[in-house]
Structures are given as structure tokens and as C-alpha cells.
């Protein structure tokens, strides 16, 4: 998360532009999950994973597996692993199965996040929605 203090200090902010972009991406998400069945619950993170460490990503996984009822969908955009992770940070697709271990999440869907709104060099992140169902225990 350091990285996002100091480029909000140099006042370079494109994620900002980012949400009326991805909205329309994102209720069709909730809207998809709405009538393929009742929800026992949802979470949502948009960008907070790919700014921790192997261990806090474990630990945020952990918490949300925690409070996550059997059945419950997690939503998460996360960037991609890029020529720009120092400055803006991301994730891979392998980091983010590494943390929502198989026994406790069943991986629905990976699809690609649009990049419209989020200018340079965010938008060669290849941002991805990962979708994410709470296996019953």
C-alpha cells in the first residue's frame, strides 16, 4: 500500500477515474450472482489484495474465509502482474489461488476487468475480476 500514499502525495490518481468505468462491469457481476441463486452472502475488494504481502494476503484470505458463510460469492479486481508492479503493484493469477486455498474457495471465473478511465501505466496492468465461491464444510 506504500506505493499508493506516495502517488497520491505526487498527485497521480488514475484509479480514481476508474470506478464509473468499471461499474457496469461490476452490476453485472452482482446481477449474474443475484439470479443464479439466493445469496448467503457477498464480499467485495476492489484493489486492497494485490497491495499486501504473501503473508497479508494469506491473512486477509484467512479473515475473509473466517466470515464468509458456505455458498458466499468474493468478488475481486485485482492488476496483473506487470512490467509496472513497482509502482502500482499487482498480482498474478497464481498469488491470488495461493492465498484462497482450494479446500475453502472454489475459483467460478477469472475475467478481464476493463481498463477504460484508468489512463497510464494503470492501464497496462491487465486487471482481472476473480470470482470466488465459499465451499461448504
Given at each position: 500500500?506504500?506505493?499508493?500514499?506516495?502517488?497520491?502525495?505526487?498527485?497521480?490518481?488514475?484509479?480514481?477515474?476508474?470506478?464509473?468505468?468499471?461499474?457496469?462491469?461490476?452490476?453485472?457481476?452482482?446481477?449474474?450472482?443475484?439470479?443464479?441463486?439466493?445469496?448467503?452472502?457477498?464480499?467485495?475488494?476492489?484493489?486492497?489484495?494485490?497491495?499486501?504481502?504473501?503473508?497479508?494476503?494469506?491473512?486477509?484470505?484467512?479473515?475473509?474465509?473466517?466470515?464468509?458463510?458456505?455458498?458466499?460469492?468474493?468478488?475481486?479486481?485485482?492488476?496483473?502482474?506487470?512490467?509496472?508492479?513497482?509502482?502500482?503493484?499487482?498480482?498474478?493469477?497464481?498469488?491470488?489461488?495461493?492465498?484462497?486455498?482450494?479446500?475453502?474457495?472454489?475459483?467460478?471465473?477469472?475475467?478481464?476487468?476493463?481498463?477504460?478511465?484508468?489512463?497510464?501505466?494503470?492501464?497496462?496492468?491487465?486487471?482481472q475480476w476473480?470470482?470466488?465461491?465459499?465451499?461448504?464444510?
Amino acid at each position: 500500500m506504500a506505493n499508493y500514499a506516495r502517488m497520491y502525495r505526487l498527485g497521480f490518481t488514475p484509479w480514481e477515474r476508474y470506478g464509473p468505468a468499471a461499474g457496469a462491469q461490476l452490476r453485472s457481476w452482482l446481477e449474474r450472482e443475484s439470479t443464479e441463486r439466493e445469496s448467503p452472502g457477498r464480499a467485495l475488494d476492489i484493489g486492497c489484495f494485490q497491495g499486501l504481502d504473501q503473508a497479508q494476503q494469506s491473512a486477509l484470505a484467512r479473515g475473509a474465509t473466517a466470515l464468509a458463510n458456505p455458498g458466499a460469492t468474493l468478488l475481486m479486481l485485482a492488476f496483473g502482474d506487470s512490467l509496472f508492479r513497482r509502482m502500482v503493484e499487482g498480482v498474478s493469477q497464481t498469488e491470488v489461488e495461493a492465498a484462497f486455498q482450494a479446500s475453502e474457495w472454489e475459483l467460478r471465473g477469472v475475467e478481464a476487468a476493463s481498463t477504460e478511465g484508468l489512463g497510464f501505466p494503470m492501464n497496462r496492468t491487465n486487471p482481472q475480476w476473480y470470482r470466488f465461491r465459499r465451499i461448504s464444510s
